[in-house]
C-alpha cells in the first residue's frame, strides 16, 4: 500500500507460559525490516490466547484488525474487531464481537478477501462437544457487505481421511488467479501435530468448495516438528509474489520468514 508493506502477526509463548500472548502490527519500506506500530496483548481483550490476526482496509480508508481470541476457561474461540483510522490506532476497550461461534463450534483465524463487491472469508471452525477432540478443524466460508454481519454458506473444506490432513484444514490464504480459486492451508493428521501443521494448495472455482492439489504437503519445514504454517501470499506491483509463512527452526522455536517468487501464478 503506497510502497509500504503492513503486517499483522501475533507472539507466542510455549503452552503454560502464556501461548499466543500478543498481536503486533508493523510496517516495512521493503518486506523484510518492520517497524512496529501498535501492540495488542492478550489480557486487553479478556482472552486466554490470541492466534492468527487479519488486518484490512476499507474503502473509506479505516483501518481493520480482526483478533482470534481464546474464551477463558475453555476451548471456544470467537473473533473481535479493532477498527481505526490508521494502522497506529488501534484502541482494544473499542471491540465489536464479529463471529462469535457457539456452544458447539469455536471460530478463529480468519482470512478475508475484497472481490466483486463483497467480503469473502475463510474461517477455522473447531467442535466443542468433547474438549479432547477441539483440536479438530475444518474450514466454513462466509461472506458479507460489509465485513462486519457475515453470512454462512458451509464447509468448503475439510480433511481426507488417511492422509497428512486427515485431522484438520484450515485455509491460511486465497488467491483469485485465471478463473480460479488458489488456496494454501495448514494441515495436521494427528493431535500431536498441533502447532507443527504443514502447508498444503487446494483449488476451486468461484468461492465454493476447495479440493487439495496434491498426496502430500507443497511445503514444510526441514526441521523436526516439520511445522510451515500461516501462509500467505501477497502479489506484488512489478508482478511476482512475495510470501510469509510461520516456520519451524532447528531449536524447536517457530520464526515467521519471507520469501519472494518472481513466477506469475500463485502455484508457481
Same mark, same amino acid.
Not at 514444510?220 to 512489478?238: D, F, I, K, Q
Given at each position: 500500500m503506497d510502497g509500504v508493506t503492513y503486517l499483522a502477526y501475533r507472539l507466542r509463548r510455549p503452552i503454560g507460559e502464556g501461548r499466543g500472548y500478543a498481536v503486533v502490527v508493523a510496517a516495512s519500506a521493503d518486506g523484510e525490516r518492520f517497524e512496529t506500530l501498535t501492540v495488542v496483548e492478550k489480557d486487553d481483550m479478556a482472552a486466554d490466547s490470541l492466534e492468527r490476526p487479519a488486518l484490512v482496509v476499507t474503502d473509506e480508508g479505516s483501518w481493520r484488525l480482526y483478533l482470534s481470541c481464546g474464551t477463558p476457561g475453555t476451548k471456544h474461540w470467537r473473533v473481535e474487531l479493532l477498527e481505526a483510522a490508521g494502522p497506529d490506532g488501534f484502541d482494544p476497550s473499542r471491540s465489536d464481537v464479529v463471529l462469535p461461534g457457539s456452544a458447539s463450534v469455536g471460530v478463529k483465524d480468519p482470512v478475508i478477501l475484497r472481490h466483486g463487491g463483497k467480503w469473502h472469508l475463510w474461517a477455522s471452525c473447531h467442535p466443542l462437544a468433547d474438549p479432547d477432540q477441539a483440536d479438530q478443524m475444518v474450514t466454513d466460508y462466509a461472506t458479507s457487505a460489509d465485513g462486519l454481519d457475515w453470512s454462512w454458506h458451509g464447509t468448503v473444506l475439510s480433511g481426507r481421511p488417511g492422509e497428512w490432513d486427515s485431522r484438520g484444514v484450515r485455509v491460511a490464504a486465497v488467491v483469485p488467479h485465471s478463473g480460479r480459486t488458489f488456496a494454501y492451508y495448514d494441515g495436521r493428521a494427528s493431535a500431536v501435530e498441533n502447532y507443527e501443521e504443514r502447508t498444503g494448495l487446494a483449488i476451486g472455482t468461484g468461492f465454493g468448495a476447495l479440493v487439495p492439489t496434491e498426496a502430500r $504437503?507443497?511445503?514444510?519445514?526441514?526441521?523436526?516438528?516439520?511445522?510451515? =504454517?500461516?501462509?500467505? &501470499?501477497?502479489? @506484488? $506491483?512489478?508482478?511476482?509474489?512475495?510470501?510469509?509463512?510461520?516456520?519451524? =527452526?532447528?531449536?524447536? &522455536?517457530?520464526? @515467521?520468514r519471507t520469501e519472494l517468487h518472481p513466477g506469475a501464478g500463485p502455484a508457481g
Open positions: $504437503p507443497v511445503a514444510e519445514s526441514p526441521h523436526a516438528g516439520r511445522g510451515l =504454517r500461516y501462509l500467505c &501470499a501477497v502479489p @506484488l $506491483p512489478g508482478g511476482g509474489w512475495r510470501l510469509y509463512y510461520e516456520a519451524t =527452526r532447528a531449536d524447536g &522455536a517457530h520464526e @515467521l
